[in-house]
Structures are given as C-alpha cells and as structure tokens.
C-alpha cells in the first residue's frame, strides 16, 4: 500500500525539542522530494519544508528558519523533521507529503502528527 | 515572498449549484498553482495542478483557470461530497505558501 506514517507527536514545552519522521512505503522514496506542512487547530494550511531527492537542498519557511532541520534517510524511507526552540504557535498537526512528479505540489499526505507546545 | 489570497472565506450552495473559488496572487506566478480539497480529519487532496490540469482520479466537474496574478477553481455541479474546504498553492518560489481557504459549505 502506498502511504506516509507520521510519529513523534506529543506535549512538549516551550524551548524544547522534538523529532518527527515520517515513513513510507508502496513508492520509490527516494526519486521524489518531500515536505512538511502543518495545520494548527481550526486553522488553514501551512508550509514547513522541503528537502529534494538526494537531500542536498533544503527549503524553510521564514516562521521556523533557523530553528528547523529537514532531513532525509533514503536507505530508510523515512522522512525527518528535528525541531529546535519550540513556541506556541508551533502547536499544530505536522503532515508529511510526497511531491507530484518533478513539481512541487503533493499529491500523497500522511494522516498526520500532533504537536502542543505548551507548559 | 508570495502572497495568496482566497475569497470568498465561505461560499454556502445547495447540491447541483455551481461553485466557484478565487486565489488571487501578490507578486505574478505565472501558472505555478494548484488546487486541494480537505474534509474535516482528513489530509488535503490534490485537485488541480499548474492552474488547470485535474490530477489523477479528478472528476471533470472540477475545474481551474487563470495565470498570472488570479485563479479559479470552478465545481460545475455541486455533489454532497463536494462540501469541505479548499486551498489554493503555489510552487512559483521559495517560500512555497497556501492560501487561507475558501469553505464551500451546504446551504
């Protein structure tokens, strides 16, 4: 079956740090970019990320340059996402998704990871 | 950086009715831009990409035009399962942004 998995989620504090990987499988991993976008509760979508096929070129957003690291594991088929100096509006579900063809638009997403910043 | 802006925020229709979206751009992207669908607890759905080509498995009532700076994303005939919220994306740049949605809600 092809799909991305998600996992790493959960209750952090303000200033910490969390890993999320996102698995997949049923599709050749590594000859697609990758991405991460987050949705915070009742809110719109969000781009985070993207990393390209060999890793050798990453992408941010402005909100969370510098304090996010996107990375890749083709040998695994596992997608990262290190997390560094974490805020409240980090608070989120943070999805993975696969690029559609050489464009970057994204055509399959995962379900999905909660994030909740808070003390 | 590269700013979309979706109107109206919320289009309420009746099934059958015909619906249509607006994803204005700050500066030009030229035709980089496609289409999602999301459902509540669902991730979101390609619908349409590089303005007007429908993604795989799309039905033909959906469909998007435009370039430059406005876009739209046409629902001929409204189907019950057509009812959910609708983001428009743009790959012209770095940063890639999402539009804020358009919720097309049941009248």
């Known amino acids: 079956e092809v799909q991305l998995l998600e996992s790493g989620g959960g209750l952090v504090q303000p200033g910490g740090s969390l890993r999320l990987s996102c698995a997949a499988s049923g599709f050749a991993f590594n000859s697609y970019a990758m991405t991460w976008v987050r949705q915070a509760p009742g809110k719109g979508l969000e781009w985070v990320s993207g990393?390209?096929?060999?890793?050798?070129?990453?992408y941010y957003a402005d909100s969370v340059k510098g304090r996010f690291n996107i990375s890749r594991d083709n040998d695994k088929n596992t997608l990262f996402l290190q997390m560094n100096s974490l805020r409240a509006e980090d608070t989120a579900v943070y999805y993975c998704a696969k690029t559609w063809v050489s464009l970057w638009y994204f055509d399959l997403w995962g379900r999905g990871t909660l994030v909740t910043v808070s003390s | 950086e590269i700013v979309l802006r979706q109107s109206p925020a919320t289009l309420s229709l009746s099934p059958g009715e015909r619906a249509t979206l607006s994803c204005r751009a700050s500066?030009?992207?030229?035709?980089?831009l496609a289409w999602y669908q999301q459902k509540p607890g669902q991730a979101p759905r390609l619908l349409i990409y590089?303005?007007?080509n429908r993604a795989t498995g799309i039905p033909a009532r959906f469909s998007g035009s435009g370039s430059g700076t406005d876009f739209t994303l046409t629902i001929s005939s409204l189907e019950p399962e057509d009812f959910a919220v609708y983001y428009c994306q743009h790959r012209s740049n770095w940063p890639l942004a999402f539009g804020g949605g358009t919720k097309v809600e049941i009248k």
């Open positions: 590089d303005a007007s």
């Open positions: 500066p030009s992207i030229s035709s980089y």
């Open positions: 990393i390209s096929i060999s890793g050798d070129r990453t």
